[in-house]
């Protein structure tokens, strides 16, 4: 089931019961050597499965069981589980597992029971390509490991080694992949083969190691294959002449735009963070002008209340005792001490509001929480000031003037008793009349039966 191309394989397609591979066509005959493999594993899902296996065994492998590839293979598989069949959740998980060609694979416990060495990696829906490195120097298999959360092509991390290993001298590599119940799309970028050599030995010339005749052959091969490729495109031209461009790329142009009608679990991680900081930037925006306005009012309020003190003062001579110059004194403290932490709050929301709009500071959380803890306090003390201005404009007031809610109005009798008496008479004589009238249209109707 693998679809080659000209940038990438895709061993898989997001299909169930998919297996397909690729293996090298003629043996490796280095005896130590390095793989750089570069692949991408992408899901819908949350779980994916089955995963994708890198290969070095005598023989070429087949189609089988095991990551697509047969079983009881001689040689080494490094095997990128997705799915966790033994219910451990150990998965996804890198398993290191030898082969002498009579080990059947343990796919119930994920080859828990028969791994050289492990470890546990996602490697699942990664913004940037995994990339995976082996190297077999010395009997010594060691795994390494870019989990694909930056572009750095040499950010790698250990994952396993096992030491004292055995393996073919020479032998085919391979990779390979398969699909279940749950699918994933499998695909491999690159895989680069080095050989390893001790220092101070000589190096075979790459020349010596593939005969002339089988380039010979090789090169006819692609040849021909090139002539049917070009033959193709004609045919295809001709049978489609409204059709501009190569074929290739409208069906590239498809499955891209077939794609975008999902969503893989990164891009809806990155929409949900970039929509909470959407939020969180209005929020603050609308705090801002909120305090703005309650800055406004409170200036107001202060110069209203100063004017009136100063009014009252001039207008009543012999009263002005009656206010106590310590209650104004705390009276414009407290309005002064309210101006001065509403400025201090808008400096604070305008300093968070910078920060969310230019980098999407992660402590933006913490400027709202502090944002809310000085809004309650504006209001607490709005409400201080209140009660103290009301206190003092009370205590100002001759007794005379002192305001008082108003009577009520009497209210007017509209229906005598007369009147009612009348009424209820001609209700009664009216539904007298109406039950009487009833009765003889039910006996008039009992006639015809």
Not at 42 to 61: C, N, P, S
Not at 187 to 202: A, I, N, Y
Not at 252 to 270: N, P, W
Not at 339 to 348: A, D, G
Request: glycine share 8%; net charge negative; charged share 25%.
């Amino acid at each position: 089931d693998a679809i080659p191309s000209a940038d990438q394989i895709r061993i898989t397609t997001s299909l169930k019961s998919q297996r397909g591979s690729v293996w090298t066509k003629n043996k490796s005959i280095f005896e130590y050597w390095e793989v750089e493999v570069t692949f991408r594993v992408t899901g819908r899902g949350r779980i994916g499965a089955d995963g994708l296996a890198i290969w070095f065994t005598e023989e070429q492998g087949l189609e089988g069981p095991v990551f697509g590839a047969a079983d009881k293979w001689d040689g080494v598989g490094i095997f990128f589980d997705s799915f966790d069949n033994d219910g451990k959740k150990n998965n996804p998980g890198v398993i290191v597992v030898g082969n002498n060609g009579k080990l059947q694979y343990d796919h119930q416990n994920d080859g828990s029971t028969q791994a050289l060495a492990s470890c546990q990696r996602d490697f699942r829906n990664k913004p940037y390509p995994v990339r995976v490195k082996i190297t077999y120097y010395q009997k010594a298999l060691t795994v390494l490991i870019n989990n694909g959360f930056t572009p750095d092509k040499d950010d790698y991390e250990f994952c396993a080694k096992v030491e004292d290993m055995v393996l073919p001298s020479q032998g085919y590599f391979g990779i390979s992949a398969a699909t279940g119940g749950l699918a994933d799309d499998h695909d491999v970028l690159s895989f680069l083969t080095f050989q390893l050599s001790e220092p101070g030995k000589e190096v075979p010339t790459p020349d010596a190691e593939i005969p002339q005749k089988d380039k010979e052959k090789y090169q006819e091969e692609f040849e021909q294959f090139q002539q049917e490729l070009d033959k193709k495109k004609e045919e295809f031209q001709k049978e489609h002449p409204d059709v501009q461009g190569q074929p290739g790329k409208t069906t590239c142009a498809f499955f891209l735009s077939a794609d975008d009608l999902f969503e893989t679990v990164s891009d809806r991680e990155l929409r949900q963070i970039f929509e909470g900081q959407n939020r969180i930037h209005l929020e603050i925006k609308q705090l801002n002008r909120q305090l703005d306005m309650i800055l406004d009012e409170q200036r107001r309020y202060v110069s209203a209340v100063t004017d009136e003190v100063a009014k009252r003062g001039a207008g009543f001579p012999g009263q002005q005792g009656q206010v106590s110059q310590q209650e104004i004194a705390t009276v414009v403290k407290t309005q002064e001490e309210v101006i001065r932490q509403v400025n201090e709050i808008r400096n604070s929301m305008a300093d968070t509001l910078r920060l969310i709009s230019g980098a999407q500071h992660p402590g933006s959380a913490a400027g709202v929480y502090e944002t809310t803890q000085h809004f309650n306090d504006i209001k607490e003390h709005l409400h201080v000031v209140k009660r103290d201005i009301e206190h003092l404009v009370q205590r100002n007031m001759p007794s005379s003037e002192k305001s008082k809610c108003p009577d009520l109005p009497p209210f007017p009798s509209c229906l005598s008793t007369m009147h009612f008496f009348i009424f209820v008479a001609v209700q009664t004589v009216l539904f007298i009349g109406y039950i009487m009238y009833r009765s003889q249209q039910e006996a008039a109707a009992k006639k015809f039966f």
